[in-house]
């Protein structure tokens, strides 16, 4: 069964950049049918979409958070990362990887596979 | 964006209660396959109950139901178990960027 695993720094520093990775397992990234993507959760607040990426780079993103926002994914090594620039405290929250199943042509998608998350507190 | 609006935002309900969770759309999603909802537990990853408004997912159980269309989309749950008081969260992948709701809570009465 496929599994994702978030893994990223602990604690960051008030304008510097946030760098998460999410290991899948059970499956792989490369995959014509899914895309990846990044959800966080702000303490006690609701969900938040970060931006989603293909295993070929195509990406689709947040307006909210696209100019401080890089996605990639490494086929070889079956993860994909998230690297957010320029964080404050606003950015505290737990960070999910979720896998998206998505229905070809311009078809719906949904989130169908999460990691436990991982929290990352922006604090100086 | 198209916003996600959920009532209520929390409700006491029994194990045996019918639950009923609604979600509006800020415009409308002419092809209703375009909103799923997932179940929150503390502490834990959310996970989808529904995928494109009515389909259940996998392993979810079937007193799990969805229907909607247009602007309006409700979660039920036909008799409620201890194990489903959670948080309920709908979703659009209609447009991009994708929303939820903010989240219903079912909590024990």
């Known amino acids: 069964q496929l599994q994702l695993q978030e893994s990223g720094p602990g604690p960051v520093k008030p304008s510097e950049t946030l760098s998460l990775m999410c290991s899948v397992s059970?499956?792989?990234?490369?995959?014509?049918?899914?895309?990846w993507a990044w959800i966080r959760q702000p303490p006690g607040k609701g969900l938040e979409w970060i931006g989603s990426?293909?295993?070929?780079?195509?990406?689709y993103d947040s307006p909210f958070l696209k100019s401080r926002v890089t996605m990639s994914v490494d086929t070889t090594e079956n993860h994909f990362s998230l690297r957010l620039r320029s964080v404050t405290a606003a950015d505290t929250a737990v960070y999910y990887c979720?896998?998206?199943?998505?229905?070809?042509?311009?078809?719906?998608?949904?989130?169908?596979?999460w990691g436990q998350g991982t929290l990352v507190t922006v604090t100086s | 964006d198209i916003q996600m609006t959920q009532s209520p935002s929390s409700l006491s309900a029994s194990v045996g209660d019918r639950v009923t969770i609604t979600c509006r759309a800020s415009?409308?999603?002419?092809?209703?396959?375009?909103v799923n909802w997932y179940q929150q537990r503390p502490g834990k990853a959310p996970k989808l109950l529904i995928y494109?408004?009515?389909n259940l997912q996998t392993g979810v159980p079937s007193r799990f139901s969805g229907t909607g269309s247009g602007t309006d989309f409700t979660l039920s749950i036909s008799s409620l178990q201890p194990e489903d008081f959670a948080t309920y969260y709908c979703?659009?992948?209609?447009?991009?960027?994708?929303?939820f709701g903010h989240g219903t809570k079912v909590e024990v009465k």
């Open positions: 979720a896998r998206v199943t998505v229905q070809y042509p311009a078809g719906p998608d949904w989130f169908d596979r």
């Open positions: 415009q409308t999603i002419i092809i209703t396959k375009y």
């Open positions: 059970g499956g792989s990234v490369r995959s014509d049918n899914h895309y």
């Open positions: 979703q659009q992948s209609y447009s991009t960027p994708r929303t």
């Open positions: 494109g408004a009515s």
């Open positions: 990426i293909s295993y070929n780079g195509n990406t």
